[in-house]
Nanobody
């Protein structure tokens, strides 16, 4: 199971750090990503990292968010800075048992999902 944590409420301009524990996945062999979904909107790809460490980011978060692997704790990290109201939503961790994906910011590329953690920016 993928389990997210670290969500919360923050003022615009603030920072949050999300974490996703992913037993069963090996960060050096599998592709993982962060997605978000706001009420009434489709799930959106935020960031991804493949087994080789190659990262991709959604256009709206480039330069503000960083995805990384915490190998010691077998966790996926999303560091978010300069948060905006438009970043509000439920953030999901996702995994795929493959080294890389052709379109790693597309939700249907992933097979496993966490329950999500809420991020509210006001």
């Amino acid at each position: 199971q993928l389990v997210e944590s670290g969500g919360g409420s923050v003022q615009a301009g603030g920072s949050l750090r999300l974490s996703c524990t992913h037993p069963g996945y090996t960060s050096s062999r599998h592709c993982m990503g962060w997605f978000r979904q706001a009420p009434g909107k489709e799930r959106e790809g935020v960031a991804s990292i493949d087994g080789n460490g190659l990262t991709e980011y959604g256009d709206s978060v480039k330069g503000r968010f960083t995805i990384s692997k915490d190998r010691a704790n077998n966790a996926l990290i999303l560091q978010m800075h300069s948060l905006k109201e438009g970043d509000t939503g439920t953030y999901f961790c996702a995994g795929a048992f493959t080294l890389f994906l052709r379109q790693p910011l597309r939700p249907n590329e992933y097979t496993d999902w966490g329950q999500g953690t809420q991020v509210t920016v006001s």
